[in-house]
């Protein structure tokens, strides 16, 4: 049960950290004006509805070879690969240009709208402030000491970049031997966010369209700015994200499974926040554990997912019951174990969306929970 009232809040990740912004009251589709930000509502991980899960000692993060769903307790401690230092790997970073894009040319919208529901449908938005806009990316990549040159390595794509985190709990894993000597690939959004944005068209659009502008405009890029070699094997290739980025992550997998088998999500958007709509998949991410998952034969896709009990609740204009981040991966835990999916769960407490704290505590967890079964000789 929700133990604190109902809020708007939106959450923006970015190089390892979250953006808040305050949700617009809107007005019309043209003009939007913006109230302070509320407190987000905490969910009780025991609220009758949601997964059992084993509930464990403060401080504590599951085992990385164990399936299922876990509750996190309040305290969050950064795990020791997390500590601050130099990174023994090294940084490569370069720019891309919608100029040079052949799938993704360029959209925004215009500061301070959002947009309204359709009145003849309250899952739908209606925005009439998106256009053509360019845009640039920074995509970093992060290359082991311990990669050979000319060997083919696998690999972990993320959202949002760059993701200073990602490349500490990679930098101390590798070293330990805990997870595959691999590349890690940060690529930032096109801009903006939501319905009508080029980071919104990107990760909430269901289709393989942003696995494939990764797989033709991105990756080789990498490969000669880094040089490097990236497998095409999809057992040794992750994806990963939080928020928008987190749906991105799994849509990836889904619709390119041939490409991906790891998926890693923090406060994954399983929401109704598709922009244009698409009578395919009317609901979004929300068809995800709506629909799809049970719907379809199982894929070989392997995932950890973390939510928060402040995790964000009715973002934006649609009242569709559709925008409750807590319903959505518990929902998605669900349908995951129905179908027999290997996937691990943690509903994190005191943890907001894409809660800093909580993936200092468990990100190193998580990333040897999704390369299990690797064989370490490839």
């Keep these: 049960m929700l133990r604190i009232a109902v809020a708007l809040w939106v959450g923006v990740v970015g190089s390892g950290s979250m953006v808040a912004q305050t949700a617009p009251v809107v007005e019309s589709p043209a003009t ?44 969050h401690t950064p795990a020791k690969e997390m500590a601050d230092g130099v990174l023994q790997g090294s940084l490569v970073e370069f720019t891309m240009s919608s100029a040079d894009s052949r799938m993704y040319p360029g959209i925004v919208r215009d500061p301070g709208t959002f947009g309204v529901a359709d009145p003849n449908d309250p899952a739908t938005m209606v ?38 985190m990602l490349f500490a709990a990679l930098d101390g894993l590798i070293a330990e031997h805990k997870v ?40 080789p890029r990498v490969e000669a700015e880094a040089h490097v070699k990236l497998t095409k094997d999809p057992e040794g290739r992750a994806t990963t994200g939080g ?3 987190g749906s991105c992550a799994l849509i990836m997998a889904w619709y390119h499974p041939e490409w991906y088998h790891r998926v890693l999500t923090y406060s994954g958007t399983y929401v109704n926040q598709q922009w244009p709509h698409d009578a395919e998949t009317p609901h979004g991410a929300w ?37 409750d981040w807590v319903v959505a991966n ?6 995951l174990a129905a179908k027999g999916y290997h996937y691990q769960f943690v509903f994190a407490e005191n943890a907001g969306h894409v809660d800093r704290a909580v993936r200092a505590q468990t990100l190193p967890e998580a990333l040897e929970y999704l390369w299990q079964g690797y064989p370490a000789g490839k």
């Design 32 to 75: 939007a004006t913006h109230q302070a930000r509320p407190v987000p509502p905490t969910r009780d991980p025991h609220t009758a509805g949601y997964v059992t899960a084993a509930e464990l000692p403060d401080g504590d993060v599951p085992a990385a070879n164990v399936d299922g769903n876990f509750i996190l307790g309040p305290t």
């Design 127 to 164: 925005v009439t402030t998106s256009h053509p806009g360019p845009y640039t990316r920074k995509v970093t990549v992060y290359v082991p000491k311990q990669y050979v040159a000319g060997t083919v390595a696998p690999f972990i794509v993320g959202a949002d970049g760059p993701d200073k």
């Design 180 to 219: 595959p000597v691999m590349i890690a690939i940060s690529i930032g959004n096109g801009g903006g966010d939501a319905q009508g944005s080029e980071r919104g068209l990107e990760y909430d659009t269901m289709s393989g369209k942003y696995a494939e502008f990764v797989e033709k405009e991105v990756l």
């Design 243 to 245: 928020s928008s980025g």
């Design 287 to 323: 068809g995800f554990h709506e629909t799809l998952i049970p719907k379809s034969a199982k894929k070989p896709i392997r995932l950890w997912m973390e939510v928060g009990d402040r995790d964000l609740f009715n973002p934006n204009a649609l009242r569709d019951g559709m925008h």
């Design 330 to 335: 518990e929902q998605m835990a669900k349908v």
